[in-house]
């Protein structure tokens, strides 16, 4: 699967090393690196035992941080001023029947072609830092079957295209087909400027952040949409403790409406802040256990208006939509396990947590397990995920999953989910066998996602028949390469499978209805750039 992850080479970074129970200096500099969109490519990471035991619970597109490299006792000092070149990414995508767009990014890959290209420069002059990576990205955009949005709603400000299921108290900017002609944007994509004083960086980014623990995917913060534009302070490395090992961030940004929502030009715009903390205990390798909370309000000024206050006051009371989550990741050099759970708007105060713990809660869950023979690596992945807490007190319809109540567009940006790709009402089953060496890697996986089932409660007869189920399998792999005297890491992805009554067309127990399957298949190429094997990037060997 595609995603966003971070990697830099920072000298004398000390995270890494201590996760692995390795001595480390103090920093001394940093390189930036802008990271590879293709989280296949992560997978030729993991491979390495210090990699793969070091807790990585946040990961940014553009970072040049101390939690990020286990090279940094032995790399020279990074040079006064140093100019690199972020060499070209390419994602390509091939998909019929019903579009599968997850963790791509700004990409948007409908159905036929779709394609986004990334390049640019980084600098780094002492404490400056600065990577221009803007990405362009195209699709064919071919037409499918769907439903226009007052085929259910009945709603008349909406797009032909707006998502049919979700308005009202259940508002959410999920077009069901962006366009209906071929698609063609531009943005500075990967994008970030910052300045680090005393283990902080202030800043400002358009890149994608990801936050928590999951390898595939985040429930508040995730690799499926463009990333915020926004102004952000945050650690550059850890802050050691006598409890622990403590990092953080706090951004502040502007989420903006699809074309294909409403016709309202007053609400286009939104505030997001969020802010998240992660400790580490002292003497427990591996551990990381993090919080963090998200706050949207609507825009009315050209600036972003919500403040660091509304990160501690309730939804209620300030008239925003938030979002709460806890997680925690736990990795040894053979074995990694986490967990996230998030709620929309938390109930105030313990005595809410406590009578309904399983109320309106989303989560995720996996172990990946790595098994060395020799110089081959085979990791074990299996992972759950649910955003469809159900129906807990019958007189009291639960809130939908990333859906606003203040803020008619949710948890969106431009049309496409911040937080976990299966979106609002879903649940999905995955397990992935991969073999990997130094050179290449290949694997396989399957996996099950019910679509939207909070929606069906609330459709004519609902019944057991009618769920909207994905269920498919796929094999993919990858080789590290020269293109062009640069490392290269080129992946491919082929996966097949159907989408079970898709829109929750099904005949049973419905005269004059029709059951409608939908074959999915989608082809998948990337050529992510491999830091490891550029010379100008390239850090030394570690003594074996």
């Known amino acids: 699967m595609l995603g966003i992850v971070c990697l830099a080479l920072c000298p004398g970074s000390t995270a890494w090393a201590q996760a692995a129970g390795a001595s480390a200096q103090a ?16 997978l030729t990471e993991r491979m ?72 640019g420069v980084t600098v780094d002059a002492g404490a400056l830092h600065l990577a221009f990576a803007p990405e362009v990205w195209a699709a064919h955009n071919r037409p499918y079957d769907l439903l226009a949005s007052d085929a259910i709603s009945g709603t008349g400000n909406r797009s032909p295209l707006a998502s049919p299921f979700y308005y009202g108290a259940h508002s959410l900017d999920l077009p ?36 928590g623990p999951g390898l595939r995917d985040g429930l508040l913060l995730g690799p499926g949409a463009a990333g915020i534009p926004r102004a952000f302070v945050r650690t550059s490395r850890p802050v050691e403790t006598r409890v622990g090992r403590w990092q953080g961030e706090w951004f502040i940004g502007t989420l903006t409406e699809s074309r294909w929502f409403d016709t309202d030009p007053t609400n286009d715009r939104r505030t997001v802040s969020a802010a998240r903390v992660e400790w580490s205990p002292p003497h427990i390798n591996g551990l990381v256990v ?20 509304d990160l501690f006051r309730s939804a209620t009371v300030t008239h925003t939509d938030q979002l709460a989550g806890l997680f925690a990741s736990y990795a040894t050099p053979t074995l990694r396990a986490y967990a996230e759970i998030v709620t929309p708007n938390p109930p105030a105060g313990i005595r809410a947590l406590l009578s309904a713990p399983g109320d309106t809660r989303g989560y995720q869950f996996g172990v990946e397990r790595r098994i060395a023979r020799g110089p081959v690596v085979w990791l074990l992945h299996a992972d759950l995920a649910n955003t469809d807490p159900g129906i807990s007190i019958r007189d009291r319809p ?19 989910l911040l937080g976990a790709g299966i979106g609002p009402g879903g649940t999905s089953q995955w397990l992935s066998v991969d073999r990997l060496s130094a050179r290449y890697r290949v694997g396989g996986y399957v996996e099950r996602v ?37 490392g290269y890491d080129i992946g491919a992805e082929l996966s097949i499978g159907t989408r079970l009554n898709y829109l929750f067309q099904n005949t049973t127990w419905i005269r004059d209805y029709r059951t409608v399957d939908v074959p999915v298949s989608q082809f998948r190429i990337t050529l992510s750039p491999d830091a490891r094997r550029s010379d100008a990037r390239r850090p030394p060997e570690r003594a074996r």
């Open 290 to 309: 993090g919080v963090y909370r998200a706050v949207q309000r609507p825009q009315q000024a050209k600036y972003p208006t919500a403040g660091f206050s």
């Open 27 to 42: 920093p001394r500099g940093c390189a930036t690196i802008v990271a590879p969109f293709d989280a296949s490519a992560w």
């Open 450 to 486: 019910r679509w939207n089932n909070e929606v069906l409660t609330r459709l004519y007869l609902p019944t057991i028949f009618r769920h909207d189920v994905t269920v498919r399998g796929g094999v993919r792999g990858g080789v590290r390469a020269t293109l062009g005297g640069h």
């Open 48 to 119: 390495d035992s210090l990699r793969f035991a070091a807790p990585l619970a946040s990961r940014d597109a553009v970072q040049c941080t101390a939690i990020a490299s286990d090279h940094s006792a032995k790399a020279p000092p990074a040079p006064r001023i140093a100019l690199r070149a972020v060499w070209p990414s390419l994602m390509l995508s091939v998909a019929d029947g019903i579009p599968d767009s997850r963790a791509d990014g700004a990409l948007w890959a409908g159905r036929g072609l779709s394609a986004l290209v990334r390049g």
């Open 176 to 211: 069901s087909r962006l366009g209906v002609s071929p698609l063609a944007t531009a943005s500075l994509g990967q994008s970030a400027l910052w300045l680090t004083l005393h283990g902080v960086d202030i800043g400002a980014a358009t890149s994608n952040v990801w936050w």
């Open 398 to 416: 639960p809130h939908d999953f990333y859906t606003g109540s203040n803020t008619p567009q949710g948890w969106t940006q431009r049309g496409q």
